[in-house]
């Protein structure tokens, strides 16, 4: 299995305008989460989702940040409008239930 | 949220040299995992201890639990160049899928 995939590995964009960061989770995996890993504030969860249907959003951070995951292979995270602040490197992860957690490679964006 | 606390925040060492690096939390946790993230990567999970007082050994890596189960730590042996990474520990929170990580300890080790 390729693990779980990610795009892309950088974006840089201007503020205010709409980012979209993509996720394929591993195949048969029924988890799938969203993190943000920051200097400041180490690796956060965002949300996450059980068989396609998301189960907590306490940590996305404003109304400005959407998650969807239309399919068992298919995940977005979307920021709408960007700002600085949003800077970071956004992960993707997934497992089976009882199993462990992979994670993908990261998408490193700057929001100038 | 429970916070953990890792320390130290960074580490710089030669090839050869012994470390150990801490992970303490100021309430009991039912289990807490450990992850190493290379440069450029995301984390890849090294070990799930879930027991008071548990050690496991994963080749040069020593991993220990508290007997109160608040703490933790990662003994490293010999270390080597391909050990650099951030280590992260992990707890899950209230039994959730919501896990909270430290913010890890930074490991150089120069050839």
């Known amino acids: 299995d390729a693990g779980v995939i990610q795009s892309p590995r950088h974006e840089v964009t201007e503020m205010g305008q709409e980012v979209t960061l993509r996720c394929k989770p591993i195949?048969?995996?029924?988890?799938l989460f969203w993190y943000r890993q920051t200097m400041m504030r180490g690796l956060e969860l965002l949300i996450y989702?059980?068989?396609?249907?998301?189960?907590?959003d306490s940590g996305m951070p404003e109304d400005r940040f959407s998650a969807k995951m239309p399919n068992a292979s298919f995940s977005t995270l979307k920021i709408q409008p960007s700002e600085p602040r949003d800077s970071a490197v956004y992960f993707c992860?997934?497992?089976?239930?009882?199993?462990?957690?992979?994670f993908g490679s990261g998408t490193q964006l700057s929001v100038l | 949220t429970q916070l953990l606390e890792q320390s130290p925040q960074f580490l710089s060492i030669q090839e050869g040299e012994n470390l150990t690096v801490y992970c303490n939390s100021s309430?009991?946790?039912?289990?807490l995992q450990w992850y190493r993230q290379e440069p450029g990567e995301g984390p890849v999970l090294l070990v799930t201890?879930?027991?008071?007082?548990e050690v496991k050994k994963l080749k040069r890596l020593t991993f220990q639990f508290g007997d109160a189960r608040k703490d933790s730590s990662l003994h490293i042996t010999a270390a080597q160049p391909g050990d650099t990474g951030l280590y992260l520990c992990?707890?899950?929170?209230?039994?959730?899928?919501?896990?909270?990580f430290g913010k890890g300890t930074k490991l150089t080790v120069n050839p």
């Open positions: 992860a997934s497992r089976q239930t009882g199993g462990s957690r992979f």
């Open positions: 195949s048969g995996h029924d988890y």
């Open positions: 989702f059980n068989n396609n249907v998301p189960i907590d």
């Open positions: 309430s009991v946790f039912s289990s």
């Open positions: 201890v879930v027991t008071g007082g």
């Open positions: 992990a707890r899950s929170q209230g039994g959730s899928e919501k896990l909270v």
